[in-house]
């Protein structure tokens, strides 16, 4: 049986904290959250930031680098996936469309990026287009795509493509003949996001379909779908991801404790199937990554 590897995304970008106690806000409770999180089964941490105060997402590069020192001086063996997602969340005003009304945090791609090129971290993501996103939309233009993948390439970090819908693999691939992106690099099948790709094997297979041949993927889905879609991951041969960014609940009307309860539960699903997780190091080796 195949060995997927096990992402566990830590707190997102949502308006999830400060109401759903689990959900880790500063820096120090974040890195904990991470090497919990692989302590339970999980080889990658993706991370957000929030604003200690708020509970907002925060793109403050200071932010990041204590979550990074704090873990790497830990001597946790997790790997680090930093997002470059955040500063895309875009709302018109309704009087003057043209303009971001209260809740949009657009920035341009060198404020979405700086901590990657800072850090330096071993993955990083790059949302591969724009897409509805709830009651807004999140946007990710072709030149601002091609930006942010070059800082990534600048730092030495491997590219995780986050594809919410069909399009979005279509530009990767032209981006990738191009050069603009590196030739293999990380697949993320984004599912149940409204609205972008519904969760549902359907959807995960033709996505999956349309991905070069012998890519690495993986997929996840949000809320109550995101063990059904491990599940169905695992079985088609792809990684798998879990987490309270995508999550908040072990199972229905029972909210997680912690992200280790989460990864707990994908284990124990991996287990089911015959399947082991991919230890930390070994991960490293099935992405080509170099060892730590």
Same mark, same amino acid.
């Not at 997602?85 to 945090?105: C, H, V, Y």
């Not at 969760?199 to 999956?208: G, P, V, W």
């Given at each position: 049986m195949p060995t997927p590897i096990?992402?566990?995304?830590?707190?997102?970008?949502?308006?999830?904290?400060?109401?759903?106690?689990a959900v880790p806000v500063t820096p120090r409770q974040i890195a904990e959250s991470a090497i919990e999180a692989c302590r339970a089964g999980a080889a990658i941490a993706h991370?957000?930031? &929030?604003?200690?105060?708020?509970? &907002?997402?925060?793109l403050d590069p200071a932010l990041y680098r204590e979550?990074? @020192?704090r873990v790497r001086d830990s001597g946790s063996p997790?790997?680090?996936?930093?997002?470059?997602?955040?500063?895309?969340?875009?709302?018109?005003?309704?009087?003057?469309?043209?303009?971001?009304?209260?809740?949009?945090? #657009? &920035?341009p791609p060198a404020e979405r990026c700086a901590h990657i090129l800072e850090l330096r971290p071993e993955i990083c993501t790059l949302d591969m287009g724009t897409l509805n996103f709830g009651k807004g939309a999140l946007i990710n233009v072709p030149d601002h795509i091609e930006a942010i993948a070059a800082v990534i390439r600048e730092a030495g970090s491997k590219t995780e493509l986050e594809i919410f819908d069909t399009g979005h693999i279509a530009l990767a691939r032209h981006l990738i003949d191009r050069g603009v992106i590196e030739p293999e690099p990380l697949w993320q099948l984004v599912l149940g996001v409204p609205w972008g790709a519904p969760?549902?094997? @359907?959807?995960?297979?033709?996505? &999956?379909g349309q991905l070069p041949a012998g890519a690495r993927w993986a997929a996840f889905g949000i809320g109550r779908q995101e063990?059904?879609? #491990?599940?169905?991951?695992?079985?088609?041969?792809?990684h798998v991801r879990v987490g309270l960014e995508d999550n908040l609940y072990l199972k229905q009307g029972v909210q997680a404790r912690s992200n280790a309860e989460l990864v707990g539960r994908a284990v124990e699903i991996?287990?089911?199937l015959d399947m082991e997780p991919a230890a930390p190091d070994e991960a490293r080796r099935m992405i080509g990554l170099p060892p730590r």
């Open positions: 096990l992402t566990c995304a830590i707190t997102g970008g949502d308006d999830t904290a400060g109401r759903f106690p991370i957000h930031v &929030r604003d200690p105060a708020t509970g &907002r997402p925060s979550v990074v @020192e997790v790997i680090l996936n930093l997002t470059t997602g955040a500063g895309a969340r875009f709302l018109p005003d309704a009087s003057a469309p043209n303009t971001a009304a209260a809740g949009s945090n #657009l &920035r969760a549902n094997s @359907e959807t995960m297979m033709h996505l &999956r063990f059904p879609m #491990l599940a169905q991951a695992a079985l088609l041969g792809g991996l287990h089911a």
